[in-house]
């Protein structure tokens, strides 16, 4: 793995990652993936669920699907930005690899992109990167 930054385990059991994927399969992989990185996290097939869930659990990052039933990634990442107000880092996650949609998904009010096939050391360092700097340096700040 790339990134220099480490969580510190006590930390790490308190993050909680929501996965916003339509496809059983990517939801599989990017569970298992986490669950090796032990991380805490819930798995929601599309945008509408991802949002009942933001309104009744706190989370540190999502991890979403462009291209879901329902409620696209495009449109939930709207409506956590502009409705809920949360300023979470949202990762997207697209099969769909360009610039162009790069750029739709940061005007959507994404943090970052990510282009699938997910390649690990890729999410490794974006997700603990994210993590790092929202969660880590809060917490030393309290301090």
Known sequence: MLTDR??????????????VEDNLL????????????????DTVANGKL?????????????????????MDGHQTSKYIRQKLKLGLPIIAMTSHVSEEERKNCLSSGMNDYLGKP???????????????STVVENQENKL
């Open 6 to 19: 480490v969580i510190p385990k006590e930390l790490k059991e308190k993050i909680n990652i929501l996965v």
């Open 50 to 70: 991802a949002l009942e869930n933001l309104k009744i659990k706190q989370y540190d990052l999502i991890l979403m699907d462009i291209q879901m039933p329902e």
């Open 26 to 41: 990517g939801r599989k992989l990017t569970s298992f993936l986490l669950d090796k990185w032990g991380f805490h996290h």
């Open 118 to 132: 997910i390649i690990e050391e890729e999410l490794y360092n974006l997700t603990v990167n994210y993590l790092f």
